[in-house]
């Protein structure tokens, strides 16, 4: 998505798309993105093109009754990250700032009902719009935990949104003076008491009560890779939503602290 690159595709020999999800979280039905995983240099290429955005898009939740619980927790959370980051960007984009709100909204009342009981449709209804919210959402931008995620899961093949709530508590420590206030204001929107702190609690214990491992370490990565997650991390288009700019010096902090 930098500059004339999408103009380098044939638009004509871009079939129609009908998305039809089955699970509530990648929002990739209201997405203009494919993700390529370059199996050789394991990294996740993003390619975008107008034309990718699904022209029509069927969005039925009885299609995600059998998700199992590993995948409602992974794939709700990766709904949350979106909506998280989103609201955490520095660009400029009030209707997205809202949807992630609302977004956020949704996925704390109804994530651990639909984990609970994955037959309750009225939570996996709603955890199907938080999907399509999260995504529309971050057109404002992505930032560090998506950095961090991606070539994690292009190294390790790691499950993304289950890497997104493990990076979670980690990046909104690193961001915290950048985006605090903003999160004060959320907290209490979201019936969180303590603010920003208080938030930053109950992405915790959310991922506890899901069944979210605590560190990268308890998913296979390795603190001999960071080096090379680090220079993956780097170039990811994600970096550019990041509140607080990223280099490869705090990358590797904040790895070192997701462990």
Known sequence: DIGDWW?????????????????AGTGSEVGRASVITDSVTHQKKIIFHPKVLPAVVICDPELTVGMPKFITAGTGLDAFAHCVEA??????????????????????????????????????????????????????????IHAMSHPVGAHFNTHHGTTNAVCMPAVLEFNAAAIADRFNMAAAYLGIEGGFDGFRSYVQELNVSLGIPRGLGELGVTADAIPELVKGAIIDPSCGGNPIELNEENLAQLFKAAM
């Open 87 to 144: 609201f955490s960007s520095p660009h400029y984009h009030p209707m997205s700032q809202g949807i992630a709100l609302e977004g956020m909204r949704l996925v704390k009342d109804y994530l651990p009902r639909a984990y609970a009981d994955g037959t309750d449709i009225e939570a996996r209804a709603q955890m199907m719009s938080a999907a399509a919210m999260g995504a529309t959402a971050f057109q404002k931008g992505l930032g560090a």
């Open 7 to 23: 103009t380098r595709a044939d638009a004509d020999a871009i079939a129609p798309i009908i998305a039809v999800p089955t699970t």
